[in-house]
């Protein structure tokens, strides 16, 4: 079993000192948040998130799984695209979505079925690029504080 740590708090950090970070911690890599304010984030992904992976395995680090921002949740955006390609350059196989909001002001089956929807897309995308969508079953009013309601 591989120990990795979630980045989301580390953002005040370069690649180069979460891989100095990881080595004296001892664990084997991140969970890597590519989000707004992180040394890997949206606008610098396809160069940055490639770059970053083969610093960390030059390290003898990984990076299993990264966490996009809570808003991307659909699957026909171009940055949805372009992180799942950053991925694939970068050998990283994982990508974990934002959260899909439960709005009390519309219909709840509506929803489902829109979440529904938009994960078959993200399989579709994800298959293209040799990729694993991960979704997180969070509380509060995300879709999926249930996972059976995604069934």
Not at 21 to 48: C, F, K, M, S, W
Not at 97 to 125: C, F, M, P
Request: proline share 5%.
């Amino acid at each position: 079993m591989k120990l990795i740590v979630f980045s989301k708090m580390l953002s005040d950090k370069t690649v180069e000192e979460l891989a100095d970070l990881a080595e004296a911690l001892g664990i084997d890599g991140y969970d890597l948040a590519v989000r707004p304010g992180h040394p890997v984030n949206p606008d610098n992904v396809t160069q940055a998130l490639p770059a970053a992976a083969q610093l960390f395995r030059d390290r003898g680090l990984g990076i299993p799984l990264i966490t996009a921002n809570t808003d991307l949740v659909d699957p026909t955006v171009e940055a949805a695209d372009t992180l799942l390609a950053a991925m694939a350059d970068a050998g990283v196989p994982r990508v974990k979505l934002g959260y899909y909001k439960i709005d009390l002001n519309s219909s709840y089956w509506d929803q489902v079925e829109a979440t529904r929807a938009h994960l078959a897309g993200w399989g579709e995308l994800a298959a293209k690029h040799g990729a694993q969508v991960v979704y997180h079953t969070h509380s509060n009013r995300c879709m999926g504080l249930n996972a059976g309601m995604l069934l």
